[in-house]
């Protein structure tokens, strides 16, 4: 069966460090690979896109890596902050356009 | 990036009632997407909405429970018909920009409901 799967429900960590969260998915073969940050009462809001011909994306302290073998994907957050503590969702292009989301990691991050 | 707007963004609802979410975007689109967001769980794609045709559902999700209209490029309604308790959730209205065609989702602010 078709299944995505985020690394543990929470992941708590010390400002400064790197969080690292895991997405992973058999039975897909994703064109492409999404990240979304969650906050309480919002709608997700997206972060990064990797296509399968990439393995690796960085945008400012986040990076995400795509291996297509191993089918997983992970989001790395350095220094991270408290400001950065959310729910982030992975979601993968599964079917003609349509995203199929993973049940997402809480991050927090403590000072 | 598109802006969108739903309404309303929560209600207390009656067991057996219905309710029209409405979902307002600042720009044309060619797909509207429609997910649901339960308790503590992540989303779920109920239907994908095209402006002229009918909306296309996924397992699990019949027209009759969650009629959805689209009359034109920038707006879409779904209705959540016959509710029960098991329906309060956040359904979340969502728009990939034609213009992008990389597949990024834009999420309205999702319209919470409880159904009592």
């Known amino acids: 069966s078709q299944k995505i799967e985020q690394n543990s429900e929470a992941l708590n960590i010390q400002e400064g460090k790197t969080a690292t969260l895991t997405c992973n998915y058999t039975n897909y073969s994703p064109a492409y690979l999404q990240w979304y940050r969650q906050d309480p009462g919002r709608g997700p809001v997206f972060l990064l896109l990797?296509?399968?011909?990439?393995k690796e994306k960085r945008k400012e302290r986040l990076k995400v890596t795509f291996d297509t073998t191993l089918k997983q994907s992970l989001f790395h957050i350095t220094a991270s902050q408290p400001a950065d503590s959310a729910t982030y969702l992975c979601?993968?292009?599964?079917?003609?356009?349509?995203?199929?989301f993973g049940d997402g990691t809480t991050l927090t991050v403590k000072p | 990036s598109a802006v969108i707007s739903q309404k309303p963004s929560r209600d207390i609802c009656q067991r057996g009632t219905s309710l029209t979410i409405q979902c307002q975007v600042d720009s044309q689109v060619t797909m509207m997407f429609w997910y649901r967001q339960q308790p503590g769980q992540s989303l779920t794609l109920i239907a994908t909405?095209?402006?002229?045709?009918?909306?296309?559902?996924e397992s699990g999700f019949v027209i009759d429970k969650f009629p959805i209209s689209r009359p034109n490029l920038t707006f879409s309604t779904l209705t959540v018909s016959n509710m029960s308790p098991e329906d309060s959730s956040i359904y979340l209205c969502s728009v990939e920009q034609a213009s992008a065609n990389t597949g990024e989702l834009f999420f309205g602010e999702g319209s919470r409901l409880t159904v009592l």
């Open positions: 979601a993968l292009d599964t079917n003609a356009g349509k995203s199929t």
């Open positions: 990797i296509r399968e011909n990439e």
């Open positions: 909405a095209n402006q002229g045709s009918e909306a296309t559902y």
